[in-house]
Nanobody
């Protein structure tokens, strides 16, 4: 079974940093785009950042300059470096990817930004 598993969430103070990781596992023959979405309490899930198979990235405007997405194809892992965290970044962060041509989601990791 093909899976995505996130790690790295937690409680952090405003201005702090976190690095989220998401590893793909299972019988994988292809990984196309990868990305991160988030869902804050009472809000719809929104895209945060995506990265194509050849490394082209896209970030939502509100996180540009603070978030960085990267991937390690050998490790089948996508990362989200989050700096200068703000309370409004509080959300469950979901990893997404096109694995074996199928949209695949992780179960999410909680990020709470609070003093």
């Amino acid at each position: 079974q093909v899976q995505l598993a996130e790690s790295g969430g937690g409680l952090v103070q405003p201005g702090g940093s976190l690095r989220l990781s998401c590893a793909a596992s299972g019988s994988i023959f292809s990984i196309e785009a990868l990305g991160w979405y988030r869902q804050a309490p009472g809000k719809q899930r929104e895209v945060v950042a995506t990265i194509s198979a050849d490394g082209r990235t896209s970030l939502r405007d509100s996180v540009k300059g603070r978030f960085t997405i990267s991937r390690d194809n050998a490790k089948k892992t996508v990362y989200l470096q989050i700096d200068s965290l703000k309370p409004e970044d509080t959300a469950v962060y979901y990893c997404w990817g096109i694995l074996n041509t199928i949209n695949t989601w992780g179960k999410g990791t909680q990020v709470i930004v609070s003093s």
